[in-house]
Each structure stands twice: as C-alpha cells, then as structure tokens.
C-alpha cells in the first residue's frame, strides 16, 4: 500500500497555492487526458461533470476531507449574512439555523440541505458555478452532511446490499449540454453537488412540467441503476426520515458520485400529448476500485 504524505491547512490561500502546485503539468497528479472525456466549462447548468483532471473535481475531494476549525462556521454563516443582507426574511433562516443547527442538533444537516432556504441555493450555486472559494466558505457544512450521508449509507447498505435499485432526477438542461452527453455515451461523470433523487418517476417528471419556451433548453430525466452490493467511497442512502421533504422519497448520492452513460433517448409523457417529449438519460454506478478507466485518476486524488 502506498502512503502519501498529508498536510492539513486552515488559510484557503496557502490550500490553493499547494494545490496549484500538485496540478501543474510537471505534477504527477496530472493523467492522461484521453482516457476519460473531459467536458468544456461552459457546462454550468447540470449537476454532472466529466471525470477528469480539472482542479474541480481535486479540489473538492480535498476541502470534504480538510480539518475542521472553530473559524470554519462563522465564515460560512458571516458569508450567508452578507449574501443575503437585504433580505430580512432569508436573515432570519440564518439566524433560525444558528440556533437550531449548531446551538441545539447539529446532527440534522441532510433537513437543513433538503430544506429550500439560503443554505441549499448558495451551496447548490457554488458547485453548479465551481466557485472553489464559495465551496470551501462552506467546509464545515459539507463535513457534516458526508458526516450523516456516511452514517446513513452504513445502514442502507445493512438493509438492501445486493438489491439493484432505479433512482430519478428531472430537470431542464441546455441543448449544448445533452448534445455532449449524447456524444458520449459509456464516458464516465461525476456529480459535482449532493444530488437529491427520487424513487418515484412521476415526481421526477414533474420537474419537466414547468412551461418553457426557451428553445435553448431541454426536458431530461436522469435514470440512475444501482447496484448495491458496489461498497463505494461515495456515500448514498435513502434519506426520507431525514429529509424536509419526506414524500418525495428521496435517495442522496454525495458530490464526487461517479456513473457511467448507459443510454440517451427521447420518450413521451404519458399524459396523452405526442407533443409533450423529454429526454431519458439512463446511467449507472460505477465502482471506483474496479473501472480501469478511473483508477489511476481516483488514486492520485486520494489524500
């Protein structure tokens, strides 16, 4: 087994000057670019992205794993409060979550996720923007729900471990963006957030119904197979216990959750209109230790 040395920082600027070192072309964390797909930065609006060697996805392994200081929690909380300083109403949510959260039960970190307040939309923005600052500002939020995401898995894996599950996601995507996808099928991706599913489809289409008359924009519902007899690093679990919203049935897969395209097709609602099409996107978990195509890639990101 190899041991790598690791060093702990608490001064984000001395983190990414390290970091910037790590990935410079001379680095041995650099790989071969072709061996995996890598998408272009205009992608902003999914919630995918290309396993690859962009500091993205390094960065984010690393800041899930960093130690956690006392200053950590008020640089998150002091960066809602002036985000949302106009904005009485979200500035009483923090306010709320201050108490609730960190003074009272901080072990309810995948509610307070699922909940649609400031804590969801700024670090949903972050991942969607890859804002590296803004994701680190929230290192001590995102150590806690690995933390509980960790602890829930271990119990799901107990109940189901070798039951093939089928899970949903429905959303709008630009047309660039499912022209790639199409253009790579079999290419591996990762989630670059804590992504919500749903067990059930119907609740996934509803998220395609919003009227949208951008033709710029497509419908698509991402099928997501597991197989969960695969041990990830990558912890998932049936959260509708824990969630706000306990009727969409939801399963939470953790930010760096790799899949692999299966298939891309567009189908019909079935509600009666020819008219009213989206677009399934069928993939599948992969098991990191097992797909060549990653290994060498996942094993240099481990720290």
């Avoid at 960065?59 to 960093?66: C, E, F, G, S, W």
């Avoid at 429905?170 to 989630?191: A, F, P, V």
């Avoid at 670059?192 to 996934?204: E, I, R």
Wanted: with cysteine; charged share 25%; hydrophobic share 35%.
């Amino acid at each position: 087994m190899d041991i790598k040395e690791t060093d702990f920082f608490t001064n984000f600027g001395l983190f990414q000057k390290q970091l910037e070192n790590d990935i410079s072309p001379n680095s041995p964390y650099q790989c071969n670019n072709e061996v995996i797909y890598s998408s272009s930065l205009e992608i902003l609006q999914m919630s995918l992205r290309s396993v690859s060697t962009e500091r993205f996805y390094y960065y984010t392994n690393l800041i899930a794993k960093m130690l956690q200081t006392p200053d950590a929690k008020r640089e998150m909380i002091e960066e809602c409060k002036q985000y949302y300083r106009n904005d009485q109403c979200e500035l009483k949510k923090i306010d709320k979550f201050v108490n609730e959260y960190y003074e009272k039960h901080k072990g309810s970190a995948i509610w307070w996720y699922t909940h649609d307040s400031f804590l969801y939309r700024r670090l949903n923005d972050a991942c969607r923007t890859e804002d590296i600052d803004l994701i680190y500002t929230f290192r001590n939020f995102i150590s806690d729900l690995l933390q509980q995401l960790q602890e829930e898995y271990k119990k799901f894996y107990e109940d189901i471990c070798g039951v093939r599950i089928t899970v949903y996601r429905g959303q709008w995507i630009s047309s660039y963006e499912l022209k790639q996808l199409r253009n790579n099928i079999g290419s591996l991706y990762s989630i670059n957030t804590f992504l919500s599913t749903t067990g059930d489809l119907n609740v996934a289409l509803r998220f395609t119904d919003i009227n949208c008359e951008c033709s710029q924009l497509q419908a698509v519902v991402f099928q997501y197979n597991i197989d969960t007899s695969i041990i990830t690093k990558r912890p998932y679990a049936d959260i509708r216990l824990l969630s706000s919203k306990p009727s969409e049935e939801e399963v939470m897969f953790s930010m760096g959750t790799i899949f692999e395209i299966q298939s891309i097709e567009q189908k019909a609602k079935d509600d009666g209109n020819k008219n009213c099409t989206y677009w399934s996107i069928e993939m599948k978990l992969v098991n990191e230790d097992e797909d060549e195509r990653i290994a060498p890639i996942l094993k240099n990101f481990e720290i």
